[in-house]
């Protein structure tokens, strides 16, 4: 059949024999950009597997098809960005949806506008309150208003305090200066909204008590509530922050988890440049660079451990105490995503072993099955592997037949949908969770991007 694809001043139609679009009608996408429309068609053409074609034209625009909500407020542009299935927006996933598109801002202003809206949102959600992962499109309350918190007004959608949340901001904001040089989005809100960030992350270190932060569900399931009263299990203040959920929403053993750590570290010392060059701001800038040099130190110290087969590897969680938890969970951050985020180098010795460690059946959250292998977490459980932990293993590889193997292990487990999955059962993708989670699309289609720039024979040769 013919497939159209479209927009502003571009169309190409192109033969398919057995795979039909699963985009939205023209008229029903919820966002268009040229750039995004002309990235599909040139990577498209370069792919020789039919269904990998398929799957990558499905999936990278997903977020803009889909999930995004644009509008102006006044003068300043306004972007809510929902996850997919679940209507609300994750300061986490919301930066990550649109991640794969930065690189394409200065091709498209209404691009460009589409993600100044989502950096003037997040402020926002800052300031409503810093210690909330999801928020509502207004005060519109939610299903988790009984969770027991001190601060669940409606306009949350839920209040777990995850480091990661108050990270992924930070690197989309920097990014876009970047990569457009406007500076324009670093505005007084902005501004007041990352000193609400590092006084959060101060707040975290529990070097003066427990702070104002706590959290308990009356619920059936252990990992989405916290023990001692909200508290989290006891960390000594070591200069680690503490986090008490994972990026899964999952429920931390350990309250010092390292990967989110790493990352606090990475985007303090965006802060510090964005503070420096932009804001003149040199003692802000300072603060930020000291508690970044802290934490890392930091990580150096309790958040490397002896494990009795691996070696020496960075632990997920610790306690500052001498207790750690080594697994890595599928969920960004996590320690194989760790040079992603710009911790590390992929060449990194300790990365290197750590990688290793996360692979292999000595990591108790690695499934491996008739169908597929992969990173999976507590949050959907056993033997149910994450496509976004063999996306990360790509995105992080530097062997060429390694990446090759995450592609074709992709492409074979998606259940002839079209699209990717929160997790797919390691003997059966047929048995899979969350059939609309445009994260993982959308990272997806931010790894054939990479390999088409990078590696494009692999995308010529048969999978």
């Known amino acids: 059949m013919a497939l159209l694809l479209a927009c502003s001043g571009y169309t190409e139609t192109y033969a398919q024999t057995s795979y039909e679009s699963k985009r939205p009608e023209i008229a029903k996408r919820n966002f268009s950009s040229e ?26 625009p997903n977020t803009l098809d889909t999930t995004v909500e644009f509008r102006m407020k006044g003068d300043k542009p306004d972007t809510f960005v929902i996850t997919g299935d679940i209507h609300a927006m994750w300061l986490r996933d919301s930066s990550a949806q649109v991640w794969p598109y930065l690189q394409l801002l200065k091709e498209d202003k209404n691009l460009q506008n589409l993600v100044i809206g989502l950096i003037n949102r997040q402020a926002q959600c800052i300031l409503i309150d810093p210690y909330a992962n999801a928020f509502n499109d207004g005060p519109l309350g939610s299903y ?19 480091i990661d949340s108050l990270c992924y901001p930070i690197r989309v904001a920097y990014h876009y200066w970047l990569i457009t040089g406007d500076s324009s989005v670093f505005d007084a809100v902005w501004h007041d909204a990352m000193k ?8 975290q270190q529990r070097k003066d008590g427990l702070g104002p932060y706590s959290f308990t569900r009356d619920c059936d399931r252990p990992t989405d509530s916290q023990i001692n009263g909200g508290f989290g299990a006891p960390v000594k203040p070591v200069g680690l922050i503490y986090s008490a959920f994972r990026p899964s ?11 989110s750590n790493m990352f606090a570290v990475v985007s303090l010392r965006q802060l ?3 503070e420096t060059k932009v804001y003149g701001n040199k003692e802000f800038a300072q603060e930020c660079l000291q508690l970044a040099d802290e934490v890392d130190e930091a ?42 985020l710009g911790y590390c180098s992929q060449d990194d010795p300790l990365y290197l072993n750590t990688r290793k460690f996360i692979w292999s059946d000595n990591n108790p959250y690695f499934f491996k099955g008739k169908a597929g292998e992969g990173v999976g977490g507590p949050h959907v459980g056993l033997d149910y592997a994450w496509p976004m932990s063999i996306i990360m293993k790509a995105l992080t590889s530097t062997d060429k037949e390694e990446i090759r193997q995450c592609v074709t292990l992709l492409k074979n487990t998606d259940a002839d949908t079209g699209f990717m999955h929160e997790s797919f059962h390691v003997d059966d993708p047929t048995k899979f969770t969350r059939s609309w989670f445009a994260w993982t699309n959308t990272l997806f289609g931010e790894l054939i991007v990479k390999i088409y720039k990078e590696h494009p024979d692999i995308l010529k040769s048969a999978l």
């Open 249 to 259: 929403d999952d429920a931390t053993q350990y309250g010092f988890l390292i990967p």
């Open 272 to 274: 510090a440049e964005i």
């Open 299 to 340: 990580i150096k110290k309790y958040g490397v451990v002896n494990h009795p087969v691996a070696g020496r590897i960075y632990a997920f969680e610790v306690d500052g105490y001498g207790n750690s938890l080594c697994m890595d969970d599928a969920n960004v951050p996590s320690l194989l995503g760790a040079p992603y």
């Open 196 to 203: 609400l960030v590092v006084q959060t992350f101060k707040e």
């Open 35 to 60: 750039a995004v429309e002309k990235m599909i068609v040139e990577v498209r053409d370069a792919i020789s597997d039919p269904k990998l074609r398929w799957m990558f034209e499905n999936c990278f």
């Open 144 to 162: 988790w208003e009984t969770d027991n918190t001190q601060h669940m007004v409606k306009e949350l959608h839920e209040r777990k305090w995850e």
